[in-house]
């Protein structure tokens, strides 16, 4: 008898890739952080570190990007234009699959951590789920009956726009592409920009007060655009105290009772509807390691 | 050697119900529209009609909402809390199904337009597809993988908020929830209240400057949201001369190039990816009836 499957897991950052070895149940059994520097260095290291251990069944990849996921496209598994020297027009699939000589999964980072706290996490049991990350960037992940949400990319939901009142906020927005979208005024890194020192430095109440006005508006025109059953916040700058519970309570303002649903009629249930990851910092990988479990499905 | 079968639609308006019947090529044999008057002198009415024909397979239903689409819950099938008078808590589904005895399929009457376009019109062989209605009401539907979008409940994505420079524009908004969502702005019935007369005798350029701005957005931020691949607007105002061209010109600007896929990058391509419905307005009984067509799949 052979032994059980072995799966493989990179939750591909822009700044770190995390890898992770996990068995059958999910359960990560040796896990390595690699700085991530040029494509070649990156990708040299992780399948390194697969090598390592048993063979594995697959490998699933949740990647910064936008990233091309779309199967048959000639440019299927490269990361598109990024601002991340180098890394524009990367495959990041290939040489894996290449080196490895096994399946790879990929998705969004965002759609791997939907797909994580969806299978294993808040999401568990759920139809449709959206993630949110409120980072150095913001982006959006959602599963949807079970499946991440693709489409003709994959949805970049931080460069929605938003009301922004200059008289309140003259912050014009980091966004290079937009300004003042969503990421342009909510990111830590517009945080960052707007009140010149770093997000988790940041005491000034009217700072933070901002920040719950614009998660909070993120957070209802998910809910009108996409009708999610909950919605899972995380990212750095939500582990600020206070932060969360800001936002729902703006949150169920701006939704003045409508539609009557009870996350939007009930004070109590808004708790239960935007939460924060139970998987904490472990979605992305979770994800991962259950895209790479994906290939056989 | 039994009848082909036939199907029935309902395009289940606030204004009127079109009634279709239909063979299983979608081909319509007869239609009938029944103003909306109370729910039992208008659902009577369309039994009638279905009744005057050969037995049907089933009947399909786009209906006005909100409405209860979970199945399993108690009030499936009913409208909840809708402003017209005397439909708040009726069921559209039983009374049909008591009276015709037959399966009866439901969805949004937005949800059943991006059907209807998706399976014969201009989102033929595409995977995600919205549909955007932009009449007294805005609406947005989407067909998500062959399948309607739900989630908590359905989105409602015309209360959504966009940017609102009230130095361009003071109007407050018309949406009795928010005042100032995408609906409260952009809807025919927000500019017959801002400019005082209805939008088809508007002539005024800047408030058809303005209302390309406020469409244009919506369908920014769907692109954001959803990532679909291609959106169909249809609705009575979009069927103002020059509207979409001003729209798909200006979300073309909104865009700057972010992500950078054809239609964001490349402004013939944007023609292609911002489109009136093919089905012009049969868009909605057509996914009627394939609702009737899939209680059978
Ligand atoms: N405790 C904290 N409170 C507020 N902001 C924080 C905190 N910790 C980190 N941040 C902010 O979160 C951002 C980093 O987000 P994170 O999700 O950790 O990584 P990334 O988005 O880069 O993958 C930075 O902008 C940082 O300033
Ligand atoms: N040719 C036109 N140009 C601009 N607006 C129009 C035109 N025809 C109808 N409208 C507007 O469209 C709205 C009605 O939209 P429609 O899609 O026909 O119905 P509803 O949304 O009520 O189902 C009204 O607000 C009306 O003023
Ligand atoms: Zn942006
Ligand atoms: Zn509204």
């Known amino acids: 008898m052979s032994a059980p499957p072995l799966y493989g897991g990179i939750e591909a950052g822009g700044t770190k890739w995390v890898c992770a070895i996990a068995d059958a149940d999910g359960k990560v059994l040796a896990t390595r952080v690699i700085p991530t520097t040029t494509p070649e260095t990156t990708i040299t290291a992780a399948v390194r570190f697969f090598r390592e251990h048993r063979t594995l069944a697959a490998v699933g990849v949740g990647s910064f990007g936008p990233v091309d996921l779309r199967t048959g496209s000639p440019t299927y598994g490269h990361i598109t234009a990024t601002p991340k020297p180098g890394w ?7 040489p894996l699959r290449a080196a490895l000589r096994v399946p790879v999964g990929l998705d969004t980072d965002v759609n791997a951590a939907a797909l994580g706290e969806w299978r294993r996490g808040a999401g568990r049991g759920l139809g449709t789920v959206a993630y949110m990350t409120v980072g150095t960037g913001i982006g959006v992940g959602a599963v949807v009956n079970g499946r991440p949400l693709h489409g ?8 929605v726009r938003i009301p922004h009142d200059r008289t309140r906020d003259p912050f014009a927005g980091s966004c290079p592409f937009h300004g003042d979208c969503l990421e342009g005024l909510a990111s830590g890194e517009a945080m960052r920009r707007r009140w010149g020192q770093r997000a988790e430095d940041l005491d000034d109440p009217a ?12 957070v209802m025109n998910l809910t009108y655009a996409l009708s999610p059953e909950r919605i899972i916040v ?21 939704a003045a ?30 994800g991962a390691v259950e895209l790479a479990m994906r290939c056989f499905a």
């Not at 003709?152 to 460069?159: D, M, Q, R, S, Y």
């Not at 700072?207 to 993120?218: D, M, N, P, T």
Request: charged share 20%.
């Open 152 to 159: 003709l990319l994959h949805p970049e939901f931080g460069h």
């Open 207 to 218: 700072a933070w007060e901002l920040e719950a006005e614009y998660v909070a508006h993120a």
């Open 257 to 286: 009772g409508y539609p009557a649903i009870s996350a939007l009629t009930d004070r109590a249930a808004m708790d239960e509807y935007v939460v924060s990851p139970s998987l904490g910092d472990h979605a992305g990988i979770t």
């Open 88 to 94: 524009s027009g990367t495959d990041v699939v290939s």
């Open 234 to 254: 995380g990212g750095g700058v939500t582990k600020r105290a206070g932060l969360m519970g800001r936002t729902r309570a703006r949150a169920f303002d701006l």
